[in-house]
C-alpha cells in the first residue's frame, strides 16, 4: 500500500508579498525597480497586489537587481501555484465522499489495503491513490465506462456491487505486480496441469505456494485474495499486458469448489487468450456464456471425466469409503466426487462434506 506522505502547508502566500518585503528592506519603490528591471511598472504592480505571478525571464532579471538567485523566485511561483492547484482539488475530494461510501473501506483498511482512518476526506485520498486515480471521473471512466479497452474490458456500470468488485480485482493487481515471472509460455502450462492435478489430489498444507511456483514457472501469476463483504467473486482471470492472472477467493471455503474454480480460470487461459476476462459468480458487460461454458467443461473434465463419474454413479449403494477409493483410483480428491455427485443431486447437500477440506483465505 503506498500513500504519500509529503508536507504541505496550510497556507502559501503570493511571492509578490516576498518581492515587497525585499523592496522594502531596500528602501526601493515599485516605480524604481520596474524601471531597473526594464519591465512596465503596471507588471511590477500586478506581481506585489497577487494579480500577476512571476515567470522565469522575470526571475532573472529580479535576480540582476536584487541579489537574490533567479531560481528562488521561479521555485517561489511554483509553490504558490501548487498550493491554489491544491485549494483547488480539494473541492474534487469532497465532491468524492459520497463516492467513497461505495466501498467496504473498513474492511480494506483492516486488510491493509488502506491506511485506516475515520475522516471522510482522507477516506477519499486513499482510495483514490489504491486505485491510482486522480478523481471520480476517472474511476468511473476505467472501471465502468470502458475508456481504456486495452486493460479493462468489462464494465461494472451495472452491477450494485460494484465498488466492492472493483476493490477485490484492484487488489489482485497490486499483490500481481509485487513479483516477477517468466514470460507466459502455453505449452509449459499444458504440460504442468498433471501436476497441478497431482498437488489438487493430495492438498498439502502448502499446496498454494506449490500451485504458484508451477503457475510462475509457465509464466501464470497466481493470488489469492481475501473476501470483501458484496463481492461473491469466487476468482477471476485477466491479463495484465502480457501476463495471465488467475485471482482466487476461497469464498465458499470447499476445497472442491476452490479447485473446480482454479482449474476454469486455467482453462480460460488455454482456451479464449488476452482479451477476456473472467469474474465468477457475478454478471457483467462483457460476460461471454460461450466461454464460461468451455471453461466449466475444461475443468470438470479435469477433476473428473465423464467415464470416470459415469462408473461412479453406477454404484447405487456408494459409501464414503467407496468416494476415496474412486478418489485414489481417479487421482483426484474426494472432495471433486462429493461436490459432482451434489451438483447431479446424486447427493443431498452435507452428506459427504467430512470428505471435504475447508480452504480458508478470508479469515
Known sequence: MATITQYYPQTVSHPGTTLAEILAEKEMGSKEFAVRTGKPEKTISDVLNGKSGITPEMGILFEQVLKIPSHFWVNRQTTYDEYLARVEYQKTIEEGIEWSKIFPFAKMASLGWVAPTTKKEEKVTYLFEYFEV????GYYDFYHNQKLLVNFRISLKKNENAGAIAAWLRQGEIQANAFTIPEFDKKKLNKILPKLKTIMALQPNDFFSQI??????????????PCLPKAPIHGSTRWLNDVPLVQLSGRYKRNDIFWFTFFHEIGHILLHGKKYISIENMEYDGENQVYENEANEFSAELLLNKEQEQEITNNHTLTEIDVVKYANKFKTHPAVIIGRLQHLKLLPFGMGNSLCKPIDFCS
Open 134 to 137: 486522480a478523481n471520480t471521473k
Open 212 to 225: 504458484q511456483t508451477l503457475c510462475n514457472y509457465a509464466g501464470v501469476k497466481v493470488v489469492h485474495t
